[in-house]
């Protein structure tokens, strides 16, 4: 079975970069099957979609992103390590959130890893 676990700082200062990684086992992020995204739950609001890496290392971008965040976004993977990463630039409290990283299938996320906090403050 696939097991997604994020791993990351859990405080990053404002102005700062943030980086998360996604390491994956029971599973390879080369699949063809699969995507692999990165959802973020800042507290008191909903869930929101930030991105998706796909077995050929492309990228996609949640639409709904507002400019200035879709700008600051990257997504990118180590294929050596199993791993899948994110990178939030310049980061402002309102980054402040549980960052998930998924396993995407027929554009759901089926399979989760256990969220991190990532609390942005100096």
């Known amino acids: 079975q696939v097991q997604l676990q994020e791993s990351g700082p859990g405080l990053v200062k404002p102005s700062q970069t943030l980086s998360l990684t996604c390491t994956v086992s029971?599973?390879?992020?080369?699949?063809?099957?699969?995507?692999w995204s990165w959802i973020r739950q800042p507290p008191g609001k909903g869930l929101e979609w930030m991105g998706v890496?796909?077995?050929?290392?492309?990228?996609?971008?949640?639409?709904s992103l507002s400019p200035s965040l879709k700008s600051r976004t990257s997504i990118s993977r180590n294929t050596s390590k199993n791993q899948f990463s994110l990178q939030l630039s310049s980061v402002t409290p309102k980054d402040t959130a549980v960052y998930y990283c998924?396993?995407?299938?027929?554009?759901?996320?089926?399979?989760w890893g256990q969220g991190t906090q990532v609390t942005v403050s100096s």
């Open positions: 998924t396993r995407v299938e027929n554009c759901v996320p089926g399979y």
């Open positions: 029971g599973g390879s992020i080369t699949s063809s099957s699969y995507a």
């Open positions: 890496i796909i077995y050929d290392g492309r990228t996609y971008y949640s639409p």
